[in-house]
């Protein structure tokens, strides 16, 4: 069964980092390529970061761009997403997703996300002072 789970929201203060895991069950890091979503309240899903399979690089969103760092764990076969000088307009949900014909260099274009296959639950990312 192929399975997504994140871990590592909380409540942070304006400024300060945060370190999110998504961890695989079912596949490897080097079958798909893995993305970050983020939900804000009353907002569409935004995508944030996406790490490929192999070969091609990283990409984030423009709002995330040198913050954020996309990193593959391959002992615990997981993706982070180290988050530094967080801003209250990062507050959302945190959502890894993967499928097999999603590309990383769809994840600045794509408007609309209800076509990838496999979601993780979320993790909450609350900034506020």
């Known amino acids: 069964q192929l399975r997504l789970e994140e871990s590592g929201g909380g409540l942070v203060q304006p400024g300060q980092s945060l370190r999110l895991s998504c961890k695989l069950s079912?596949?490897?890091?080097?079958?798909?390529?893995i993305a970050w979503v983020r939900q804000a309240p009353g907002k569409e899903r935004e995508g944030v970061s996406c790490i490929p399979s192999r070969g091609s690089p990283t990409v984030y969103a423009d709002s995330v761009r040198g913050r954020f760092t996309i990193a593959r764990d391959d002992d615990k076969n997981a993706i982070n997403l180290q988050m530094n000088s967080l801003r209250p307009e990062d507050t959302a949900v945190y959502f890894c997703?993967?499928?097999?014909?999603?590309?990383?260099?769809?994840?600045?274009?794509?408007?609309?996300?209800?076509?990838?296959?496999?979601w993780g639950k979320g993790t909450l990312v609350t900034v506020s002072s």
């Open positions: 079912g596949f490897t890091l080097d079958d798909w390529n």
């Open positions: 997703t993967a499928d097999p014909y999603f590309h990383c260099g769809e994840l600045t274009r794509r408007r609309q996300w209800d076509d990838m296959d496999y």
